[in-house]
């Protein structure tokens, strides 16, 4: 993949606190925020984005005098494609940058394109899971498909790309470092991800969250390697924090933290008693389930494994409860029952 200048350059934003912005599209999700800042050794970046989105990043810096060579550090929040898999080919641009991210990640993901075709399995697991309809199914599966296949692509048209996940300094809950001159703490915050750590400024009061809340939502990838357990947990404990500024890798800075902290366990909660009654009236699957609880818009665009993956950790909440229970039929798809 060549790196090139696009014709549409993202702006770099100045946002406080010595922060920069840069929003960066892409073609399958909403657009990513990348956050940096100028330390006495260059630059460090919270997350880099999607591989395709290089070119983008690369334009932004130029619009303020920086290039890949000035990138001294990245954090990664996660693993997940669109916050790191411009890491593959960055790396070989960037020659002078060293990459951090949670140990367990570091040490778990190995080579990242086989780990992101057991992530395109559990993701059609999930849709069959939904999808009783074959013709649909079909076409759900076709469209996902497409879009994984656009990924593998783009790492595919480059001779410069390693697929083994680079992390030089692998992070644990709690430790603290200090990068280019700003001191940062970093916290373990499973439940979106398996790995998700939150990057805290703590003399700014800012913290860096990744996608733990996306516009007053959740997203938890209950399926592959979210957990709503976990995420109760993380939510519980950040509100424990002296948080001043939250700034997510998706949508505008949170505007009121510990509030829209509060309202997101409370919308679950609303959530989770929507589902228990919508089973009362009687049997249901997923799909129907994600409908009545987010809306049938959620099918046009990528937030469909989302969704499904958000009212399926709910599901399996319950499950181990013992409120509902699984019926499981052909080819995967599964209707749940209330349990009386």
């Not at 990068?179 to 939150?198: A, S, V």
């Not at 089973?279 to 989302?306: C, F, Y």
């Given at each position: 993949?060549?790196?090139?200048?696009?014709?549409?350059?993202?702006?770099?934003?100045?946002?406080?606190?010595?922060?920069?912005k840069?929003?960066?599209?892409?073609?399958?999700?909403?657009?990513n925020?990348?956050?940096l800042?100028?330390?006495?050794?260059?630059?460090?970046?919270?997350?880099?984005?999607y591989?395709?989105?290089i070119?983008?990043?690369?334009?932004?810096?130029?619009?303020?005098?920086?290039?890949?060579?000035?990138?001294?550090?990245?954090?990664?929040?996660?693993?997940h494609?669109?916050?790191?898999?411009s890491?593959?080919?960055?790396?070989?641009?960037?020659?002078?940058?060293?990459?951090?991210?949670?140990?367990?990640?570091a040490?778990?993901?190995?080579?990242?394109?086989?780990?992101?075709?057991?992530?395109?399995?559990?993701?059609e697991?999930?849709f069959?899971?939904?999808?009783?309809?074959?013709?649909?199914?079909?076409?759900?599966?076709?469209e996902?498909?497409?879009?994984?296949?656009?990924?593998?692509?783009?790492f595919?048209?480059?001779k410069?790309?390693?697929p083994?996940?680079?992390?030089?300094?692998?992070?644990?809950?709690?430790?603290?470092?200090e990068?280019g001159?700003?001191?940062?703490?970093?916290?373990?915050?499973?439940?979106?991800?398996?790995?998700?750590i939150?990057?805290?400024?703590?003399?700014?009061?800012?913290?860096f969250s990744?996608?733990?809340?996306?516009?007053?939502?959740?997203?938890i990838?209950?399926?592959?390697d979210?957990?709503?357990?976990?995420?109760?947990?993380?939510?519980?404990?950040l509100?424990?924090e002296?948080?001043?500024?939250?700034?997510?890798?998706?949508?505008?800075?949170?505007?009121?933290?510990?509030?829209?902290?509060?309202?997101?366990?409370k919308?679950?909660s609303?959530?989770?008693?929507?589902?228990?009654?919508?089973?009362?009236?009687?049997?249901?699957?997923?799909?129907?389930?994600?409908?009545a609880?987010i809306?049938?818009?959620?099918?046009?665009?990528?937030h469909?494994?989302?969704?499904?993956?958000?009212v399926?950790?709910?599901?399996?909440?319950?499950?181990?409860?013992?409120?509902?229970?699984i019926?499981?039929?052909?080819?995967?798809?599964?209707?749940?029952?209330?349990?009386?």
């Amino acid at each position: 993949m060549k790196v090139t200048i696009p014709k549409r350059i993202p702006e770099m934003e100045d946002i406080g606190d010595g922060i920069f912005k840069i929003v960066l599209p892409q073609p399958f999700y909403a657009p990513n925020n990348i956050y940096l800042y100028e330390g006495n050794d260059g630059l460090t970046l919270i997350d880099s984005g999607y591989i395709e989105s290089i070119p983008m990043l690369q334009a932004s810096l130029k619009t303020k005098g920086f290039s890949f060579k000035d990138i001294r550090h990245i954090i990664y929040t996660h693993n997940h494609l669109d916050h790191i898999s411009s890491a593959l080919v960055l790396k070989s641009y960037a020659k002078n940058v060293t990459y951090y991210g949670y140990r367990a990640m570091a040490d778990g993901v190995g080579n990242y394109l086989e780990s992101m075709l057991l992530f395109e399995e559990a993701t059609e697991d999930l849709f069959h899971k939904a999808f009783g309809d074959k013709e649909e199914l079909g076409r759900i599966l076709t469209e996902s498909r497409k879009g994984w296949r656009q990924f593998f692509s783009k790492f595919g048209e480059t001779k410069k790309g390693d697929p083994v996940l680079r992390i030089d300094v692998a992070i644990d809950h709690n430790d603290s470092l200090e990068l280019g001159g700003r001191l940062f703490r970093f916290l373990h915050t499973p439940g979106h991800n398996l790995y998700h750590i939150t990057p805290v400024d703590p003399k700014a009061g800012v913290y860096f969250s990744g996608d733990l809340i996306i516009a007053n939502l959740t997203a938890i990838y209950s399926e592959m390697d979210g957990s709503l357990g976990d995420y109760y947990f993380t939510l519980s404990k950040l509100l424990e924090e002296p948080i001043k500024r939250m700034l997510p890798a998706h949508g505008n800075e949170i505007e009121d933290p510990k509030k829209t902290i509060t309202l997101v366990k409370k919308t679950l909660s609303i959530l989770e008693k929507g589902v228990l009654r919508r089973l009362r009236e009687g049997e249901s699957d997923l799909k129907v389930l994600m409908e009545a609880a987010i809306g049938k818009k959620v099918h046009n665009g990528g937030h469909l494994p989302t969704a499904l993956g958000l009212v399926y950790s709910i599901i399996q909440k319950l499950v181990l409860e013992g409120q509902i229970r699984i019926d499981k039929r052909d080819n995967g798809y599964e209707v749940f029952h209330i349990v009386t």
